[in-house]
């Protein structure tokens, strides 16, 4: 059964920082890797999406890795700001046609102004 | 293209009404799929559908809860008799018949209260 882990929970960081969310996943048999952000009360924004051929992808000061032997991925944020402050979610999607992606809890963070 | 849109945004239901949450695909898009997020919870799988097929509702409760997804229209998510615990946020997310290179798309949400 594939779990997915998100560590820390929570980060509080400088505003101008820049930082690394981790996300660690049990089953290496992927299909892809999405990143989302989540604002408070708000819906769920996709970031980047990883193949399972892919090593890494960017988008502006985002950038996300995936190491899908080791069953991990980060997500690396550049030169933080406090519009940056969200939720961030990694979710996997199985090889298995029909199965559904899975969530990790997610890492709040706060960039501090 | 309007999106994954779900319809109401906000929802407040009495201990034992009923609740109907409403999600319209992306144009293109035939899998449908339902998340539950509790409070401080991360997002649960509820229900994976297609055009007139449940294809996974091992994440949905035994009792009161119900998907669809008919030939025309909506998916519904449907809540009976509604109680407090169920208050949450409902996400509703799409994807294309063939997987190709595509993430999931998401609504942005229902979120249910019951008082």
């Known amino acids: 059964k594939q779990e997915v882990t998100q560590i820390p929970a929570a980060l509080s960081v400088p505003e101008g920082e820049n930082l690394v969310l981790n996300c660690s996943f049990t089953?290496?048999?992927?299909?892809?890797l999405q990143w989302f952000r989540q604002d408070p009360g708000k819906g769920l924004t996709s970031l980047l999406l990883i193949q399972s051929s892919q090593r890494e992808q960017t988008s502006g000061r985002l950038n996300a890795s995936l190491d899908k032997s080791s069953g991990r991925s980060t997500l690396y944020i550049a030169a933080s700001q406090p519009g940056d402050s969200a939720t961030y979610l990694c979710a996997v999607r199985p090889m298995n046609r029909d199965d559904k992606i899975i969530f990790g809890k997610g890492t709040r963070l706060h960039i501090l102004p | 293209n309007a999106g994954v849109m779900q319809n109401p945004r906000h929802l407040v239901r009495r201990r034992g009404q009923e609740a109907r949450l409403r999600c319209s695909p992306m144009k293109g898009h035939s899998h449908v799929y339902w998340y539950r997020q509790l409070p401080e919870e991360g997002l649960k799988f509820m229900v994976y559908l297609q055009k007139e097929n449940i294809i996974d509702e091992s994440g949905m409760p035994k009792e009161r809860f119900s998907a669809e997804f008919p030939k025309e229209g909506p998916s519904i998510l449907r809540i009976q008799q509604v109680v407090r615990g169920d208050s949450a946020a409902y996400f509703c997310?799409?994807?294309?018949?063939?997987?190709?290179?595509?993430?999931?798309?998401f609504g942005s949400g229902t979120r249910l209260t019951v008082v």
């Open positions: 997310a799409s994807s294309p018949p063939d997987r190709g290179d595509y993430g999931y798309t």
């Open positions: 089953d290496s048999a992927i299909y892809n």
